[in-house]
């Protein structure tokens, strides 16, 4: 079952903070989150595993709460490198299955 | 080291033939994945394997088989190509608990 993303899209002027949300009503193993620029593949962000671990960018943050299945991408100090869209993705068990990506959140970072 | 390869960058197909799409990694990842992208839309997963010999369902599996005979290559086959396949595909791979790393992708025009 999908993920879903709030907010769909945001608009911010560089300097801006955004939070970007995944939710699942399944019981996750992982969440993930990647940035995608038009025209081109995802780009990973972060993961964040079941029991805290988390691997990412040194300049991104993100949590996981378990026991909710959300995630909160937070995005501070906005560059304009930062625009496109960005996807969570959700998956249950730890041995690849079932993989699925949210709908997307649409960022534009404005001068 | 070229991580994942994808192969045809664009393809345009007439309504009923068929193609392979290929994808090949050198990262000895064990798990690999086939995702299409509509225009403006997330990325829906058409089929995954865990491992040489093991391949699964996804969402969107209709019209399309997988292979997986070696740990590198993961082809894609549409059979009776129809312009609802007309998208953007993606293949990734990955190790248990980390990031997928996404190849390039192909277009496919179905007319």
């Known amino acids: 079952q999908q993920p879903v993303q709030s907010p769909q899209a945001v608009i911010l002027r560089e300097g801006e903070d955004a939070v970007i949300n995944c939710s699942s009503s399944?019981?996750?193993?992982?969440v993930h989150w990647y940035r995608q620029k038009h025209g081109e593949a995802p780009v990973f962000l972060m993961i964040l595993l079941k029991g805290g671990e988390q691997k990412g960018h040194e300049k991104i943050s993100a949590s996981f709460n378990e026991k909710k299945q959300q995630s909160s991408l937070y995005l501070t100090a906005s560059q304009l490198s930062y625009s496109g869209t960005y996807f969570c993705?959700?998956?249950?068990?730890?041995?690849?299955?079932?993989?699925?990506f949210g709908p997307g959140t649409r960022l534009s970072v404005l001068p | 080291n070229a991580g994942v390869t994808q192969t045809p960058k664009f393809r345009i197909l007439k309504i009923g033939q068929s193609m392979t799409l290929q994808c090949t990694q050198d990262m000895n990842h064990n798990y690999m994945y086939w995702y299409r992208q509509d225009p403006g839309m997330g990325l829906k997963l058409i089929y995954y394997s865990v491992g040489a010999g093991i391949t699964d369902k996804g969402e969107v599996p209709n019209g399309y088989n997988v292979s997986r005979s070696t740990t590198e290559d993961f082809p894609l086959r549409l059979e009776l190509a129809a312009p609802s396949q007309t998208s953007v595909y993606f293949c990734a791979s990955t190790r248990r608990g980390a990031e997928q790393y996404f190849g390039p992708g192909t277009r496919l025009t179905v007319t």
């Open positions: 993705g959700t998956e249950k068990g730890n041995y690849g299955q079932n993989f699925v």
């Open positions: 399944k019981a996750l193993y992982s």
